[in-house]
């Protein structure tokens, strides 16, 4: 009889997927107290920005973030970032706030303040937009942030702005020409790479989630595990899923250093 990989390992649902629900999310202490630093920031009306190299975790964090905030209160808006003109990110901006992505890049600002405005004086929600991958903004295009923000009536600030972005993101907001966006973000948030110790835990925390009764890693494995992937948490699941498969292949139904070497040179160049 032919074994389908998630029974030979016990799992319900495949494991180390990028999806999984909000509340099955591996919740750290560091990725809990960035969490709550950025919620504040957006409770007290600001913007702020979450910075970490690729693969540690900002979009789960953003997710996490859009889903705590209350919907009675505030109306979340995601838009992953390209290397856009003004205008085209604009339009994007206004397709996810459901506003019409047409005219020019002037009709299209005026059209995005009049939404989020209204948002927070019709509706009585308060505007966040959430700008992922915001290390690709063209640094012309920066300055948009500014005139979204810009517009304050009775000096309230309309608008809180969430800027995710890999490590460059940094130093870009560091330039003296984005000295006023920058000014504007109340808060930086920082992610981390993850000890050996937090790896095993993530681990044993996907395999449970995805239904696994027994880790089905050997402990020289799970080492190979953190060595290889320095704690980065899109290395550990892409190493943790294809070694699972040659395993599987194998018809083992525990993952060992060898799984692991034999991986490593399948995901990686
Ligand atoms: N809190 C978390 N709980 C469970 N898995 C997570 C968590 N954060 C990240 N991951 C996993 O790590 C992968 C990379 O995370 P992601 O948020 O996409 O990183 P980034 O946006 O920084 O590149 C995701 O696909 C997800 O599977
Ligand atoms: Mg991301």
């Not at 505030?74 to 005219?103: F, N």
């Not at 009709?107 to 700008?131: C, H, K, M, N, Y």
């Amino acid at each position: 009889m032919i074994t389908d990989f998630r029974s030979r390992f016990g799992f319900h649902t495949t494991p180390f997927t990028r999806e999984f629900a909000v509340d099955q999310r591996f919740a750290l202490g560091f990725f809990d107290e960035n969490l709550t630093a950025l919620s504040r920031a957006i409770e007290n009306r600001m913007s702020a920005a979450l910075i970490a190299p690729a693969g540690t975790g900002k979009t789960a964090l953003l997710r996490a973030l859009a889903h705590g905030l209350p919907e009675a209160r505030y109306r979340v808006h995601y838009v992953k970032v390209t290397e856009l003109s003004k205008r085209d990110l604009c339009r994007e901006i206004a397709v996810a706030c459901g506003a019409e992505p047409a005219g020019n890049y002037p009709t299209l600002v005026r059209r995005l303040q009049e939404r989020f405005l209204s948002a927070t004086a019709v509706d009585g929600v308060r505007p966040v937009l959430i700008l992922d991958e915001a290390q690709d903004l063209r640094p012309d295009v920066l300055s948009i942030l500014r005139t979204l923000t810009n517009f304050e009536m009775d000096s309230r600030l309309v608008l809180s702005i969430l800027l995710a972005g890999q490590t460059p993101l940094r130093d870009i907001l560091r330039r003296e020409a984005h000295e006023s966006v920058a000014r504007r973000l109340a808060h930086f948030a920082y992610l981390r790479l993850l000890s050996r110790e937090e790896t095993l835990r993530y681990i044993s925390h996907r395999c449970t989630i995805a239904g696994a009764a027994t880790i089905p890693f050997d402990a020289r494995a799970l080492d190979a595990l953190f060595e290889i992937s320095c704690g980065n948490l899109r290395a550990i699941d892409s190493l943790a899923f294809k070694s699972l498969e040659l395993a599987h292949d194998a018809a083992v139904s525990v993952v060992d250093s060898n799984h692991l070497a034999q991986a490593r040179k399948l995901v990686s160049p």
